[in-house]
């Protein structure tokens, strides 16, 4: 560098001194006292200049002045310290800092070198849906309460990633008071705030909290989706009030634009009647006009009948399902079978059986073994036998899904007629 570039970069470092210094004085002589973020602009816009010894000395008079400085303000001068070599003054602030009333500063301080750096509300949601993902729950909790005292602000994303980790590991509690802090932020909480709460305290078998919740966010202007009535149903379904999913499903269709009352209204007198297959198939030929054609309320209708015992409304329901090509899940074919094993039905277990068969669907082991089991018993061997050629010709691999009861009991089918053979010759 020559000598007329030497002397204007100096003339251009001292001319942002005196502007910096003259806005100082400016505001320190109006009506509004410097505060921690005039003083922290000051300190940045210096030490990106190089003038790191006069950054310190405005950092050192915000002190004598009771101003508190922020963690950018802390960060931005141990940077600068760092770049024109004084590590040894930056170490001292550091440490300086970490004896400090505000330990969150640190915590900040801390998280904003290096890689995985959390400067604001986006890297920290990043940082707590990561903690999440690996299970680490309660440290993604506390590093953001402490990260939100020393100023990066969390959004309602970071809020809901941390409520769903809470709720999935039953931490119902903190995930009700993390509800109430961030609505002490100044967060509405949205849809899926509402919903992942609602989901995690039906998990929890707190379906009056849960109800409690739901009439909140209606009356809060928060429209509840699909899947929130889907968890309400399937907790009422649970505990045998079917009627009331029933209901709930109907009020879902309600808030759908363009569904006419009165088509609702007559299924539900049909429901309430006992005529459940005419309400049921009410409810298909409205879906179809409408193209709604979520199958999900159907299962757990489905799932809620078998754990009631009520078996036989439960089967009719399939059937009206599978007239209308309304896709049944494995879940509903699964809780079907087993019921109607228990109770000697086979004919009808067999019969959805090859259903799943047919669409492709493969079973848990207990459900199929069980089913050969009770075929088996009741001396059905030829079924069984046929039962389990489908069962290859599907995918099914015997060798592996059959479990060693199974194939003790056809070990000794197939020994039996082996002598049965033997003595008709």
């Known amino acids: 560098m020559d000598y007329l570039e030497l002397e204007g970069s100096m003339k251009r470092l001292s001319g942002l001194l005196d502007r910096a210094r003259s806005l100082q004085l400016e505001i320190s002589k ?4 410097p505060d921690s973020t005039t003083y922290t602009i000051l300190i940045c816009g210096l030490c990106k200049e190089g003038l790191v010894g006069e ?14 400085p922020t963690v950018i303000t802390f960060n931005a001068l141990i940077d600068g310290l760092c770049k024109v070599g004084e590590l040894d003054k930056a170490r001292l602030l550091f440490h300086k800092m970490e004896i400090g009333r505000n330990p969150s500063l640190i915590l900040h301080l801390r ?10 509300s986006v890297s920290l949601q990043k940082l707590v849906e990561q903690y999440c993902e690996s299970g680490l729950i309660l440290k993604a909790y506390k590093l953001l309460i402490q990260l939100a005292d020393s100023g990066v602000v969390p959004n309602i994303i970071t809020y809901n990633i941390l409520m769903n980790g809470l709720c999935k ?12 802090k961030l609505q002490v932020d100044g967060y509405s909480p949205d849809v899926v705030t509402y ?3 609602i989901d995690g305290l039906q998990r929890v078998n707190r379906e009056e909290e849960a109800f409690g919740y739901f009439d909140q966010m209606v009356k809060n202007g928060c429209t509840p989706s699909l899947a929130i009535y889907n968890t309400l149903m399937t907790s009422l379904c649970r505990t045998g009030k079917l009627s009331q999913a029933f209901s709930l499903w109907l009020n879902y269709l309600r808030s759908l634009p363009n569904w006419e009352g009165e088509a609702i209204k007559a299924v539900e007198e049909q429901f309430e009647n006992g005529k459940v297959e005419d309400a049921v198939r009410g409810l298909l030929k409205l879906g179809l006009m409408k193209k ?9 209708w489905l799932i809620g009948l078998c754990q009631a015992g009520s078996l036989d409304e439960a089967v009719k329901i399939f059937s009206i399902l599978e007239e209308h090509k309304v896709k049944v899940t494995p879940p509903s074919c699964v809780m079907l079978i087993s019921g109607l094993c228990r109770e000697g039905k086979l ?4 019969d959805v059986f090859l259903y799943t068969l047919e669409k492709g669907l493969i079973l848990m082991p207990r459900v199929c073994n069980g089913l050969i089991r009770s075929l088996y018993t009741l001396d059905r061997k030829k079924d069984v036998i046929d039962l389990m050629n489908r069962m290859r010709r599907a995918g099914y691999d015997l060798d592996i899904y059959l479990s060693q009861t199974t194939k003790v009991l056809l070990s000794r089918h197939k020994h039996n007629y082996e002598m049965e053979r033997e003595s008709t010759t």
């Open 169 to 180: 590991t039953h931490n119902i509690n903190a995930a009700l008071k993390l509800f109430e």
């Open 195 to 197: 919903g992942t709460l």
């Open 55 to 68: 950054a310190g000395l405005i950092f050192n008079e915000m002190e004598k002045l009771g101003c508190l």
């Open 347 to 350: 004919d009808l277990a067999v």
């Open 111 to 120: 998280l904003s070198q290096g890689s995985g750096q959390v400067l604001d």
């Open 30 to 33: 109006s009506d509004c006292f």
């Open 292 to 300: 709604v054609t979520d199958s999900s309320p159907y299962t757990i």
